[in-house]
């Protein structure tokens, strides 16, 4: 009997007898395909953590011959457990992006043109720390404002810090999360932190008000958001778009812009009005709750109605299933929160119907974080600058974080020189022309700088008026401070180590700041030589195994996440003046302001104008993704969401290019429209973070539209600083 | 034997294409090209009665795969496992089983010029990981497994809850990736995303795409020599034979 042979191993056969081209295409198949390439070649696992946004996800890089072949999920971090969002997977598109700022660069054109010389790192040092002595001299260390972001800036927080300047802002505060912390600090007396302490795996009712999960990924928050949904939690949504999450909800509160407060009341007024409310988590831990029943009296759902242009039914349903559920509601307390400068209000209000729903603390609801108390060096106490700070923390804005800062007010001060001139800003991790609204105002800003530096990855749209371009090194080749998660469910510290040296001239954030030190006088700061030392004293008094936290990649500690679990060492469950939860805020009363919110109007939209909001896609964080080429593929461009009956009075075809012009005349690049049902009339969406300007992105360069170059007007909140974006207004020009 | 299956539970993906880049990463996917990718089914119904899921598109491994009886070498097969293979030795990049894929699961990859698709990350399975799209997605909603094993998630959620094939009238032919959802959710996937009728090549049009335009740049090769030839006499003159003779 002979051999039974099929098509397939007939063809294996004769291209195995030796055909040249065979050969030829195997080795190519080789390259593409690596066919079991993690058996044949020896690839080193470096676990570490990702930088493509903030939430700092477990990674486990893989690495051969000195480079990343991939980015897996880190099984082994509390948070994450091995998986990783598009732009984790994307990591190393970054780090080969052949944009990449390569070496020290100095400006010899004029600001915003773009021309510059090549320097040593050592030319690049000294003539830094020259002109910040000089500066010192002429205008005191005040002078100079620092811009940082996230926890990879610890460094250069120091090194400001020693060279004696408080100008510290970064847009985490004041264009972002700010108004939330301030509001549930007033009420509950403390902020919540990051990751947001958000039980949605084990909730029975998730509230989504403006927060976009889903388009917004963070990853660990999405798969709890997700199991929790399958395990059956119900889901209401507030958003004037249909989001991927209002796609999910069992109710779709298509809300009109800026009215949150009234429905937030209307939703006081049926939990308390129908007895709804947890009444003995309400007696046993707030004060308030008579002001608070007698302030909401009046906020019926039928006059929330005619507000929020929400049906009174759909109100009453949604606070009796909210009730329902208590107290495992998880209303999401979001995170960009400056909307309509009454933000920190609409925190408040959000945080009440938390307290009244009695989530705070419990299973399903808002958990509470848990300290870890991490090693520290005996640095020498920072000098203490002469003058007030610039920016308004404090004074202007009065519960401003004075550790996060107000960048706005810090432009501010930069424009006027009030109330000192502020004369160099030093920028690290973040793009001040897409982080700041106001744009022209950043550049008037700029324009009266003596000095402006950029420490960066990417050659963004700033580096162009900067005097001096400092390239750093990108996550997956630098040491960075820890992360350490107090307000994980089960807190945790994660490290960041470099997976391969870095490329090209670009040097580690701790080297820069360290080097600085050195020139400046100020070594007494970092009293450590390498990064291993700085991470042994910071996790000593933890009893951990640096080098099994070195290869795990994270180490967890027990956390005492709801009230019953609570300890005395982890402090008052309250920590307000009164120690209860404040519904009525004497604070707030005392420093002039409504101490229960209250709905004030927001301006409407001008006949022919669209109200401008924007958010995020998961497939870019912030500016910063658009010339990474995986990303790119996915979305290259951003689109204006309009809907189909505004279209078509417009006569706009869906995919064609319009230009949108704001109601101070400033016009946007072209973008194309969405049409679409899943958006109020009244608004025009588009994704934040494209529209780049900076002709050295290959791929970003002028596609799409920003969104911030849109936002001319902002409305301050007065009780802490931040920028309200969404008062801006656009109409459609069919060509430019 | 294993019979191989994927579920996505579209209840909870949110489309954030965490797996096609894992996908692309693991298998060096060109840019612009994927194994499997994540498509939005637009908004449905009118404001503020609508509806909208995510279809995340991939090899089906069907029990009737409509790819391996085009493929003229043999390099497309199936597994007893079910997975639908390429042999990359094999494959000449004609492109047949693009054409005849009625989920449109397969394309030519510009680099190696082969077909390349989903093989459920078979390397990864053998040495025990999940594969890529499955393990890192961050909704939790994708799920691998073995139909035969009354144990395995995909399973339950396939004869327990329902999960469902992306299947019609006209082109059924079994494909093993289910979809979990509401009703009106799948029933939009399939009205959004319908499968295609194969597209098998018939003798014509293998004669218009292949065969004639050869065979016309043949003819053509042979009339430009030809005319080269005449010309360079022309201009050069006839070569003078010396006479061995």
């Known amino acids: ?736 | 034997m294993a019979r191989y299956a994927m579920v996505t539970d579209i209840t909870k993906c949110v489309g954030c294409q965490a797996c096609t880049v894992a996908c692309n990463s693991e298998w060096d996917v060109p840019t612009g090209f994927a194994r499997t990718h994540v498509h939005s089914t637009g908004v449905a119904g009118k404001f503020p009665d609508v509806i909208s899921s995510f279809y995340v598109a991939q090899c089906n491994h069907c029990d009737h795969p409509a790819c391996v009886a085009p493929c003229p070498t043999g390099a497309t097969y199936q597994a007893e496992n079910g997975i639908v293979m390429v042999d990359r030795d094999l494959c000449i990049g004609c492109g047949y089983c693009v054409e005849a894929c009625p989920y449109d699961a397969r394309y030519i990859n510009p680099v190696t010029k082969k077909v390349d698709k989903c093989d459920f990350c078979w390397g990864r399975i053998q040495k025990g990981l999940e594969p890529a799209c499955v393990a890192t997605c961050t909704a939790h909603a994708k799920f691998f497994g073995d139909l035969e094993d009354p144990q395995s998630e995909v399973y339950k959620m396939v004869y327990e809850q329902g999960a469902r094939r992306l299947e019609t009238a006209e082109v059924a032919i079994g494909p093993n990736v289910y979809y979990l959802g509401k009703k009106e959710h799948v029933d939009l996937l399939l009205a959004t995303f319908p499968p295609r009728h194969p597209r098998l090549l018939r003798a014509g049009e293998v004669w218009h795409r292949y065969l004639k335009p050869f065979i016309l740049a043949a003819i053509g090769a042979t009339f430009l020599g030809q005319a080269i030839a005449f010309f360079h006499q022309l201009y050069s003159g006839e070569d003078q034979f010396e006479d061995w003779e």
């Not at chain 1, 307000?576 to 919110?597: H, N």
């Open chain 1, 1 to 736: 009997m002979g051999p039974k042979f099929s098509r397939r191993e007939f063809f294996r056969r004769s291209s195995a007898a030796g055909a040249v081209g065979a050969t030829v295409a195997a080795t190519a198949s080789a390259e593409v395909h690596p066919p079991g390439w993690r058996g044949t070649t020896r690839v080193e696992t470096i676990a570490t953590n990702c930088e493509m946004c903030f939430w700092r996800c477990g990674v486990r890089a893989e690495v051969a011959h000195g480079k990343v072949l991939k980015l897996e999920g880190n099984p082994d971090h509390p948070l994450t457990k091995g998986r990783l969002c598009a732009r984790g997977n994307s990591g190393p598109k970054l780090l080969y992006d052949p944009d990449r700022l390569k070496y020290p660069m100095l400006r010899v054109g004029a600001r915003g043109e773009g021309k510059f010389k090549r320097i040593s790192w050592d030319q690049a040092l000294d003539f830094l720390a020259d002109r910040l002595t000089q500066l010192k001299q002429k205008y005191g260390p005040e002078g100079v404002a620092f811009f940082p972001h996230g926890v990879a800036s610890t460094f250069f927080l120091t090194l400001m810090r020693a060279y004696g300047t408080h100008n510290i802002a970064e847009p985490a505060f004041a264009q972002c999360r700010g108004p939330r912390e301030v509001g549930y600090a007033l009420t509950f007396g403390q902020g919540l932190g990051s990751p947001e302490p958000v039980d949605l795996a084990e909730s029975k009712m998730i509230v989504l008000i403006g927060t976009h999960i889903g388009e917004n990924v963070f990853t660990s928050q999405i798969t709890a958001f997700a199991d929790g949904l399958s395990r059956g939690a119900k889901l209401i949504v507030v958003d004037p778009r249909f989001s991927t999450a209002a796609a999910k909800a069992d109710w779709w509160l298509p809300i009109r812009p800026g009215t949150d407060i009234a429905l937030l009341l209307a939703w006081m007024h049926v939990l308390i009005g129908e007895d709804l409310y947890d009444k003995e988590y309400i007696s046993k831990y707030a004060q308030g709750f008579t002001e608070l029943a007698a302030h909401v009296k009046e906020f019926t759902p039928e006059w929330a109605e005619t507000i929020t242009e929400l049906p009174a039914a759909k109100i009453r349903a949604t606070a009796r299933a909210m009730a329902a559920a208590k107290p495992a509601v998880a209303l999401h307390p979001g995170r960009h929160t400056t909307w309509y400068g009454d933000d920190t209000q609409r925190a408040r209000a959000m945080a009440i119907v938390t307290a009244l729903l009695g989530s705070w603390g419990r299973k399903g609801g808002i958990f509470l974080p848990t300290e870890i108390k991490t090693g520290s060096f005996a640095l020498p106490a920072f000098p203490q600058p002469k003058r007030p700070r610039a920016d308004g923390a404090g004074t202007r804005f009065p519960l401003a974080s004075e550790e996060q800062g107000v960048t706005n007010g810090l432009v501010d001060a930069t424009v006027s020189g009030e109330p000192y001139p502020i004369k160099a800003w030093i920028v690290y991790g973040q793009n001040v022309l897409e982080s700041i609204p106001q744009r022209s105002r950043t550049l008037e800003a700029i324009d009266k700088l003596d000095l402006m530096v950029v420490v960066d990855v990417l050659p963004m749209e700033q580096t162009y008026y900067a005097d001096l371009v400092l390239p750093e090194a990108t996550y997956l080749e630098r040491y960075d401070m820890p992360q350490i998660a107090h307000s994980a469910k089960q807190p945790y510290i994660a490290v960041r180590q470099p997976s391969v040296e870095p490329l090209y001239e670009s040097k580690p954030g701790w080297w820069i700041a360290q080097q600085m030190a050195q020139r400046l006088g100020l070594e007494a700061y970092f009293p450590w030589k390498t990064p291993r030392e700085h991470l042994e004293t910071l996790v000593k008094p933890l009893g951990v195994n640096i080098d099994k936290l070195l290869t795990r990649g994270a180490v967890t500690f027990p956390g005492r996440p709801y009230i019953e679990d609570r300890l005395p060492e982890d402090g008052p469950l309250f920590p307000t003046q009164s120690g209860k939860i404040e519904l009525y805020s004497p604070l707030l009363k005392q420093l002039g302001f409504d101490p229960l919110p209250r709905y004030t109007p927001v301006d409407e939209p001008p006949v022919g104008y669209f109200r401008l909001i924007y958010g995020r896609a998961p497939v870019h964080s912030f500016a910063r993704s658009q010339n990474n080429a995986w990303l790119d593929a996915l979305m290259d461009e951003n689109t204006a969401w309009i809907n189909e009956d505004a279209a078509r009075d417009l006569r706009l075809t869906n995919g064609q290019k319009i230009v949108l012009e704001n109601q101070d005349g400033v016009r946007s690049l072209p973008i194309r429209v969405s049409v679409t049902q899943g958006i109020r009339r009244d608004c025009l969406y588009m994704v934040h973070g494209f529209g780049h300007e900076s002709q050295r992105l290959h791929l970003a360069y002028h596609r799409g539209a920003s969104d911030t170059e849109l936002m001319t007007r902002v409305k301050v909140d007065p009780i802490m600083g931040g920028t309200g974006m969404r008062v801006n207004f656009v109409r459609v020009l069919k060509s430019a």
